[in-house]
């Protein structure tokens, strides 16, 4: 079965500095990965995902996420984060089941930025 | 626009009264899905479908059912034997092209 941990529940940081938001898979064969964000009573919003290729994937709004097959991980990145980046942040890693695909999401990274 | 749209945005409903919420998309997608999200628990897969007339139970159905008789529509009712059913509902569809999910921006539902 497929599983994904973000370890971090909560995390603090001020504007400007950098980030980066923690995911660990566990998949059986190549996972199709995704970093979601949800701002208080929304939807989720796609950042970036990762289905094959170049292992370095850029995201809207400035993110990047890395691919490390032997960590395991896929982990969001930010160089300089903005005030309105404040949301809640879930990894998913998923898998097509006909036309379906089955995510199955982390329980998230609630980031608050500082001024 | 293109979109997924939900009705209504908050819900409020007894004990022992079935409810539905709405899930429409213009986007021509072929799989739709719908999560439950509970504070602390990330989204858990309640049902989803991959054409019109047919659903799979994802990890959580107990105590709630859906149909999906037009590929734009998907609701999900909300029947009385969910035992907790106050949480956050998002909707989401993608096509076979994309392999990528697209949620609709909720329905927060509050049993009394």
């Known amino acids: 079965a497929q599983s994904v941990t973000q370890p971090d529940i909560h995390i603090t940081v001020s504007e400007g500095a950098s980030l980066e938001l923690r995911c660990n898979y566990s998949?059986?064969?190549?996972?199709?990965l995704f970093w979601y964000v949800q701002s208080p009573g929304q939807g989720l919003q796609l950042l970036l995902k990762?289905?094959?290729?170049?292992?370095l994937v850029q995201g809207i709004k400035g993110f990047e996420a890395e691919f490390k097959r032997s960590q395991s991980s896929f982990n969001l990145r930010k160089p300089s984060v903005h005030w309105s980046d404040a949301a809640e942040y879930f990894c998913?890693?998923?898998?097509?089941?006909?036309?379906?695909?089955?995510?199955?999401f982390g329980t998230g990274t609630r980031l608050q930025v500082t001024l | 626009d293109g979109g997924i749209t939900q009705s209504p945005k908050y819900l409020f409903r007894k004990e022992g009264q079935n409810v539905t919420l709405s899930c429409e998309q213009n986007?021509?997608?072929?799989?739709m899905y719908w999560y439950r999200q509970d504070p602390g628990q990330g989204l858990r897969l309640i049902y989803y479908?991959?054409?019109?007339?047919?659903?799979q139970k994802g990890d959580i159905a107990e105590g709630y059912s859906v149909s999906r008789e037009k590929k734009e529509s998907f609701p999900l009712t909300v029947t009385s034997a969910q035992k907790n059913p106050t949480a956050f509902y998002l909707c989401?569809?993608?096509?076979?092209?994309?392999?990528?999910?697209?949620f609709g921006p909720g329905t927060r539902l509050t049993v009394l």
């Open positions: 998913a890693v998923g898998r097509l089941t006909g036309t379906a695909s089955k995510l199955t």
């Open positions: 986007l021509n997608h072929d799989a």
């Open positions: 990762y289905f094959s290729g170049d292992t």
């Open positions: 998949y059986g064969a190549t996972p199709y």
């Open positions: 989401a569809s993608n096509s076979i092209s994309t392999d990528t999910q697209y």
């Open positions: 479908s991959q054409i019109v007339n047919d659903f």
